[in-house]
């Protein structure tokens, strides 16, 4: 089986990525044994952000490398084993908040499109849009507006 890096690199979807992670000399932290779990975005995903963001950050590698491992976090976590948790912790340190249901699998406010993808080092979930951190406060927030504010009993 490939490792992460190795599943990256082979894919054209993934080549804004792993310029990224090259740049931010990643590679050789996410080939080691880990276990990983990483929230990859796609090309589409950083044609998404602002024009000229991603040559910023490429001049700015302190800042590049926390963004890039804020979609990494230590273990190997499939959906079903993400399931019931609010939030998962990220190498950078912020946490990763989460909403799975039966029909839905997001993380912050990226899709997940492909789930479960093995490496030899961890998982890869394919994401449709780069995520960036969030303030402590900010994952009820995110809750409320899936399921709406409950009181007492009622969804208002």
């Given at each position: 089986m490939a490792t992460i890096?190795?599943?990256?690199?082979?894919?054209?979807?993934?080549?804004?990525?792993?310029?990224?992670?090259s740049a931010a000399n990643l590679v050789d932290a996410l080939n080691s044994p880990?276990?990983?779990t990483v929230f990859a975005p796609v090309n589409k995903a950083f044609e998404k952000l602002p024009p000229g963001t991603?040559?910023?950050l490429v001049?700015?590698?302190p800042q590049l490398t926390r963004i890039l491992t804020y979609h990494v976090a230590a273990g190997r976590y499939t959906k079903n084993d993400l399931r019931g948790r609010e939030s998962i912790p990220s190498l950078e340190g912020t946490p990763i908040d989460l909403y799975i249901t039966a029909a839905e699998f997001e993380v912050n406010n990226a899709t997940v499109i492909a789930a479960d993808i093995e490496a030899d080092n961890g998982i890869i979930h394919v994401i449709?849009?780069?995520?960036l951190m969030r303030p402590h406060w900010f994952h009820p927030i995110m809750r409320w507006g899936k399921e709406?504010?409950?009181s007492e009993g009622v969804v208002v």
């Open positions: 890096v190795d599943i990256a690199v082979s894919n054209p979807d993934f080549s804004t990525l792993v310029t990224a992670v880990g276990p990983f991603i040559t910023t001049q700015n590698i449709d849009t780069v995520i709406g504010i409950k």
